[in-house]
């Protein structure tokens, strides 16, 4: 079953096209990888089906709706999540409380309420609490939840990143350059946690540059180049396509 459709989606900044009719599937429970260099079109097009951006042609459809033009806070309500390239951070604050504020969509109590401290409005934070410290404890973070986020390490923080996310009730999350700056430990770690993610039944979308990772970890890969789509497939297909060699891995890459 498809979880996302993207159809002929076009995205331009005045003279520059940075996303150019580029289309592609996603089914529920896949991991798809999307590769390209800098300048290839990746981010604009995240930013597009999450609504950063709004196309100026093409459709994004989410289980069959249209999204294309929906609000950054309707898709996120409609099941999709995202991190950035830069964790979005409190960083003078504690880690839990970088996860509990990212709990607002999930609220169903009126505002009022929660500002007088009414019982309900009191239950309800309790409840979002708890699933922030199951979030952390879930992706490795619960014994530094007390610290703030300045203070923690660089690939402690792109967890945080995705824990956030996280906190979102997201069926489909977006992953931009999770693996940035991480050393091989960090890596692995979090390549762990991308899976472990999926097995809980939420589908990923993953830009990454760290073009070794994403062969092991992505059910199929899409490659961008000047914000067209160039090829399409299998890890082992795109890892043998020519032109993807020539264009990104280079002549020396061997997996």
């Given amino acids: 079953m498809k979880i996302l459709e993207v159809k002929e989606l076009t995205k331009?900044?005045?003279?520059?096209?940075?996303?150019?009719?580029?289309?592609?599937?996603?089914?529920?429970?896949?991991?798809?990888?999307?590769?390209?260099?800098?300048?290839?079109?990746?981010?604009?097009?995240?930013?597009?089906?999450?609504?950063?951006?709004?196309?100026?042609?093409?459709?994004?459809?989410?289980?069959?709706?249209?999204?294309?033009?929906?609000?950054?806070?309707?898709?996120?309500?409609?099941?999709?999540?995202?991190?950035?390239?830069?964790?979005?951070?409190?960083?003078?604050?504690?880690?839990?409380?970088?996860?509990?504020?990212?709990?607002?969509?999930?609220?169903?109590?009126?505002?009022?309420?929660?500002?007088?401290?009414t019982p309900s409005a009191i239950r309800e934070e309790s409840t979002?609490?708890?699933?922030?410290?199951?979030?952390?404890?879930?992706?490795?973070?619960?014994?530094?939840k007390n610290e703030t986020a300045d203070s923690l390490p660089h690939g402690y923080q792109r967890i945080l990143g995705v824990c956030i996310a996280l906190m979102t009730n997201p069926r489909l999350l977006l992953l931009d350059e999770p693996l940035t700056g991480m050393n091989q430990n960090e890596i692995q770690v979090m390549t762990d946690i991308i899976r472990r993610i999926r097995d809980t039944g939420?589908?990923?979308?993953?830009?990454?540059?760290?073009?070794?990772?994403?062969?092991?970890?992505?059910?199929?890969?899409?490659?961008l180049d000047n914000g067209r789509k160039i090829a399409e497939g299998l890890p082992k297909d795109i890892q043998n396509n020519e032109v993807v060699i020539e264009a990104y891995l280079g002549r020396e890459y061997n997996q």
Wanted: aromatic residues 8%; contains cysteine.
């Fill in 202 to 223: 939420v589908t990923i979308i993953l830009i990454e540059h760290n073009v070794s990772a994403v062969i092991k970890l992505c059910d199929r890969i899409v490659v």
């Fill in 12 to 117: 331009q900044f005045g003279g520059l096209t940075a996303v150019d009719k580029v289309s592609f599937d996603v089914d529920t429970n896949e991991i798809v990888g999307i590769i390209g260099p800098n300048g290839a079109g990746k981010t604009s097009l995240i930013n597009a089906i999450s609504g950063l951006y709004h196309p100026i042609k093409g459709k994004v459809f989410l289980e069959g709706r249209d999204i294309s033009h929906s609000k950054p806070y309707q898709i996120a309500r409609m099941g999709i999540g995202r991190n950035f390239q830069s964790s979005v951070l409190f960083m003078s604050l504690p880690v839990i409380e970088n996860v509990f504020f990212a709990s607002h969509l999930n609220y169903r109590i009126p505002y009022w309420k929660r500002f007088l401290r």
């Fill in 128 to 144: 979002l609490r708890q699933k922030g410290e199951d979030i952390l404890k879930s992706l490795g973070l619960e014994q530094i």
